[in-house]
């Protein structure tokens, strides 16, 4: 009787173990790897700036998102183009000086994406990104006492980024001379109320941001009819339920409660 050969015979043996190569992932599940919310860090000669991306699937195989830019509102992506682990997008420019799309690229790297941005002027800033956190709490925050911001007589515990410095403390209120630089504060936040009066002119348009990412918008609103880019909104994200702000060169006030991803904007009381 022939016998088979042994390597052959080992193959058929219960339990021997067997050589595979190992496997790669799908093309598919690279692409899904980058979906969700992106905290962003952008590098540029001047400054560290944040910014903000989503992506997410739209039907069978089209995926789409926002992003939130150092300036300006969340917007739309069209189409985010993935492949085995790189994107690439474009969207129009909104506050940027140029008339060029805004073109991101990264890929994934382990945890985190790693690519390069182009405001549409030629020049590439490299960028960096983690995955954004949940932010959701267990429990109600406990409230500690109140943190004066501005000392009414000069800029300390500020600083400014992304352009020329505008401000000046004059008669105890922080005024802004022209559009120029952002104003930041050198302490950070987590979880926090935040109240303020601010006063702008005729056809202003101004904002504060929250944690540097989620813009409260300051905009001189003529319409009744909410929207999210108006007084109050969330820029690009949340309009206000109803329009609660004063003519232009009224003082106002805005109380703002930012507990984990859940913002209440109260305008003028």
Not at 7 to 16: I, N, S, T, Y
Not at 212 to 219: A, I, L, P, S
Request: glycine share 12%.
């Amino acid at each position: 009787m022939s016998r088979l050969p042994a390597v052959l015979l080992a193959l058929f043996l219960p339990g021997a173990p067997t050589a595979t190569a190992p496997a790669s992932p799908s093309p598919e599940t690279a692409n899904e790897a980058i979906l969700g919310r992106w905290d962003i860090t952008i590098r540029t000669p001047e400054a560290t700036l944040p910014s903000w991306l989503e992506i997410r699937k739209s039907g069978h195989r089209t995926y789409v998102g926002q992003f939130v830019g150092p300036v300006g509102s969340a917007r739309p992506i069209a189409r985010v183009e993935l492949t085995d682990g790189a994107l690439r997008f474009a969207i129009p420019p909104q506050w940027e000086e140029t008339t060029e799309d805004i073109v991101v690229e990264g890929r994934l790297e382990g945890e985190r994406l790693n690519g390069t941005i182009s405001f549409g002027d030629g020049k590439r800033h490299g960028w960096t990104a983690v995955r954004a956190p949940s932010l959701r709490r267990a429990a109600a925050p406990q409230w500690g006492e109140p943190v004066p911001l501005f000392t009414g007589t000069d800029l300390s515990g500020w600083r400014v980024i992304a352009g020329e410095n505008q401000w000046r403390a004059v008669n105890g209120i922080l005024t802004n001379a022209k559009s120029g630089g952002n104003l930041v504060t050198e302490r950070t936040f987590g979880d926090f109320k935040l109240h303020l009066e601010l006063r702008y002119p005729r056809g202003s348009n101004s904002g504060v941001y929250l944690r540097g990412r989620y813009e409260v918008q300051v905009v001189d609103s003529a319409t009744t009819e909410p929207a999210n880019d108006l007084l109050g909104a969330i820029y690009g994200f949340l309009p206000p339920s109803e329009m609660a702000g004063r003519p232009a060169g009224e003082w106002q006030s805005f109380d703002i409660t930012l507990v984990g991803r859940l913002v209440t904007v109260v305008v003028n009381g």
